[in-house]
């Protein structure tokens, strides 16, 4: 009575399809005539209009000496809204141009957008979870790590520090700036790690010193092109 807002009078003696959401009468319909042990998801319409999501577990029994139907049904409402709210919540993370990994206190990770899957070589359809995030890192960098626990404890966030990791079963090293913060995760904290490929960056960077100092080696050696020159003309 309480999941359909119905009263006694409205419910027993009645065709329970009537109660059923119109678009998931035929597979409610199904399951009669089946009339096996199963459990399935279906729609009500509650008798104040509004709609509910129910898991329905049947039994197929002898109730009074004939082949009955016993439903047990309970309201996942709440469970459909998280779904749907995760669903979104991932694919605004896999719409995130940057890597986002997600792990907890002791660095399990539970899950990584497609980006991050992409930064550690993990193929379609593969996944991460339940690795460590420590054995992508290097072990140089493993208790700068650590030490940021403290700082995440007092502040909620780090940005900015700088690690290099490197791909299971290959021997390329990225350069990383990693920005985390604390969550709430399956009613649990958790830590987000937003991570940034600076492999690029350091290499155009390198690119750049190695331009400015060859320019100088230039400059130089024009500076002692001339001295020469002016000696010579001394002489």
Partial sequence: ??????????????????????????????EIQKNRKIVYELRVVRGDGTIVYAEVKGHPI??????CRLLLIRDISRRK???SRFRN???MMNAFPEAVFIHDRSGRILLSNERGNKMLGVNSGDTIAGTNVLQ???PEYHEALRSDKEKIDKMGAVTGRFVRIKRPGQNEIMSVEVSIVNIEWENGPAIMAICHDTSLEEQI???EMAKQVMQSINEHLQWEINEHKQLEGKL
């Fill in 205 to 207: 960077e390198k690119s």
């Fill in 89 to 91: 919540y991932f694919n």
């Fill in 136 to 138: 992508y890192v290097l």
């Fill in 1 to 30: 009575y309480t999941i359909f807002r119905k009263s006694k009078e409205e419910i027993l003696d009645k065709n329970l399809l009537h109660h059923v959401h119109p678009e998931d009468v035929a597979k409610a319909k199904e």
């Fill in 62 to 67: 002898i109730y009074k000496g004939k082949k």
């Fill in 81 to 83: 809204l998280s779904e």
